[in-house]
């Protein structure tokens, strides 16, 4: 039973992060009607990010993070203007083939900054874990579940309750008349994209300091984002929350109870299973945003 | 192509080994055959089904890990372990057809993509079959009769060979019944099922001959690197197989094989001057760079400014 509790435990701190990657995504998915197969690049770049303003920069952790979210959301912001808005009108596909050159552009871009060796992020938290009852944790565990906490909270009251949200939930219902009743739907786009890559270099710095950072973990994110989107369906956040958490505990439990060989093999399972019985996700009537 | 030009070329490659300086040319061409023959595979789905398939190195990996089983394992000589490379990946393409196409583009894109990581993950766990990430050494070079094809001007006539069959089987293929149907789904699904077109039956059909033509190149790449470790599955394959389709021109007969000798020789030429990283990165922008400035590929474009253009349908816009 303690077993169990400490592997949900760890399955909510992974998966509160794993929700941060899915919002992302699903914001970028659903509105832009973009499939970003680089997002899990973004993901990488804040551990990088943060990496070098810590161990190199000597700077304070959280204004580390602060600027792997600003970088993640400048680059992305970047990507939307030169890239993804000449190509607006083409086809899906086209667009995810630019995303998926993009992506192979940064991680080799990584590989050639930082080398293959994997970097372990510096981290001013006590390493004795806090014993609760009959679980314990890090307290960098707890820091980071609770800062994703902070951040999904942040992101549903921007969408919720801000003008600029309400333009992107009205552009995402129907992009024609929201241009119409005068929503710059190229500022949304932007905007909808710096903040999804944002939020995936913020997962990214949490997840560094926990395990390793190396170039080709973008790869890995990039799937369980996906999985996590598909999980909540499309375009749906709250739904991407259940679904980062209920990705996180199921790959805690499946490398806990099964085989840890094949924790990663739970995402791509999930993917699969949903997408052919459940297309429009656990949660979700229908398609739709917030 | 004219059918002399067509002549002209099979001669060329027929005769390319007695003009290629060194062995080390023979490999980069011997290399060039075989991704001619994936990239022609992809071109199936991609180019004729409008589906994009990134979880195609998982049938190149599926053929190469049956061949390298069944004669390390086995003791199957070549031949029949090539049969049942093709008819394995083929198999793997029926089950992930008839589930996945289904789905249609991102959703199918992410179930293969998904498919490959299953595979790859089971490759590396599965040890007592596959010896896991160490992979299989000393995988039989193949023979013929009694001669062995273990030096590389024979290997590269059994390369080439197989581009000529994997070539006359997409042409049989897309110049059929069968390929103006895959074409005409492509190009508007609900018209064409609407006339009568048996959109399942197509897709899966398309995604079986494409996966075995995929597993072939697998098996081929297993005897001639004598080596199988769970790389095969590496995405860096897919990701190079669809520039070189889309690169070639997508949908069209030649444009994949341009594609396949294009990028298989430039890497190599580039590699003196930089290394495999750069060459990766130059890979992601140039995959930006095609789908800005030359969108329909290189053969399409040729096809335009020779006036000769290879019976091209405009490429489906969702």
């Known amino acids: 039973m303690a077993e169990l509790l400490q592997h949900l435990l760890n399955g909510l701190v992974l998966g509160g992060t794993y929700a941060l990657l899915g919002i992302g995504l699903t914001l970028i998915f659903g509105l832009m009607n973009v499939v970003n197969f680089a997002h899990g690049e973004f993901y990488a770049l804040g551990a990088y990010v943060s990496f070098a303003a810590l161990a190199l920069a000597g700077s304070d952790f959280f204004v580390a993070l602060l600027v792997a979210i600003v970088a993640g959301a400048a680059l992305g912001w970047l990507c939307e203007v030169a890239l993804l808005r000449p190509l607006r009108n083409e086809s899906i596909d086209t667009t995810m083939l630019v995303m998926i050159g993009v992506g192979i552009a940064m991680q080799n871009a990584e590989l050639l900054g930082w080398g293959g060796v994997a970097k372990s992020i510096p981290h001013p938290f006590p390493t004795a874990p806090l014993v609760l009852g009959p679980v314990a944790i890090a307290p960098l565990r707890l820091f980071v579940l609770v800062l994703a906490a902070g951040l999904i909270a942040a992101a549903w009251l921007l969408i919720q309750k801000t003008k600029l949200g309400r333009a992107m939930r009205a552009t995402f219902q129907d992009r024609d008349t929201a241009a119409l009743m005068g929503v710059s739907i190229g500022r949304i786009h932007a905007a909808t994209f710096a903040f999804g890559s944002g939020l995936a270099a913020a997962a990214g710095a949490l997840l560094g300091p926990i395990f390793l950072v190396y170039p080709s973990m973008g790869d890995l994110a990039s799937l369980k984002a996906f999985s996590v989107v598909i999980l909540g369906g499309l375009g749906n956040l709250p739904g991407a929350t259940l679904g980062g958490l209920l990705l996180g505990i199921a790959e805690e439990l499946g490398a806990g109870y099964i085989s840890s060989g094949y924790r990663d093999a739970i995402g791509f399972v999930i993917i699969i299973l949903v997408l052919l019985f459940r297309p429009s996700g656990l949660f979700a009537r229908q398609e739709r945003i917030a | ?318």
């Open chain 2, 1 to 318: 192509m004219t059918r002399t030009g067509g002549w002209l070329l099979v001669a060329g490659a027929l005769a390319l080994p007695l003009w290629l300086p060194s062995p080390y040319h023979l490999h980069v061409a011997i290399m060039a055959g075989i991704f001619g023959v994936l990239a022609m595979s992809l071109n199936l789905l991609l180019g004729y089904t409008g589906q994009l398939s990134l979880g195609h190195a998982a049938f190149f990996g599926i053929g190469a890990y049956t061949s390298a089983l069944l004669t390390l394992k086995l003791d199957w000589s070549f031949w029949p372990a090539l049969a049942a490379a093709v008819a394995v990946a083929g198999a793997a393409g029926f089950v992930i057809g008839r589930l996945a196409l289904k789905l249609r583009g991102a959703y199918f894109v992410l179930v293969t993509i998904s498919f490959a990581g299953v595979i790859s993950l089971v490759s590396v766990n599965w040890i007592e079959l596959t010896n896991g990430p160490l992979g299989l050494p000393g995988v039989p070079a193949p023979e013929l009769g009694p001669w062995s094809l273990r030096t590389k001007t024979a290997y590269y006539y059994l390369v080439l060979a197989a581009v000529g069959l994997s070539y006359l089987v997409c042409r049989r293929l897309v110049r059929s019944r069968i390929g103006r149907a895959l074409v005409a789904l492509r190009e508007n699904e609900p018209l064409a099922e609407s006339v009568g077109v048996d959109v399942t039956h197509y897709l899966v059909l398309a995604a079986v001959v494409s996966a075995a033509m995929a597993g072939l190149g697998g098996s081929l790449y297993a005897h001639y690197t004598r080596f199988v470790s769970p790389e095969v599955f590496l995405f860096t394959y897919t990701v190079t197989m669809v520039i070189m389709v889309v690169a070639g021109g997508k949908g069209t007969l030649a444009g994949p094989l341009v594609g396949a000798v294009l990028f298989t020789a430039l890497p190599e030429a580039l590699r003196a001057a930089a290394s495999w990283q750069w060459q990766m990165l130059a890979y992601g922008v140039l995959l930006v760079l095609l789908v800005f400035f030359l969108p329909r590929g290189i053969v399409p474009r040729l096809g335009v400014a020779l006036r000769r253009p290879e019976p091209v349908t405009p490429t489906a816009r969702r």
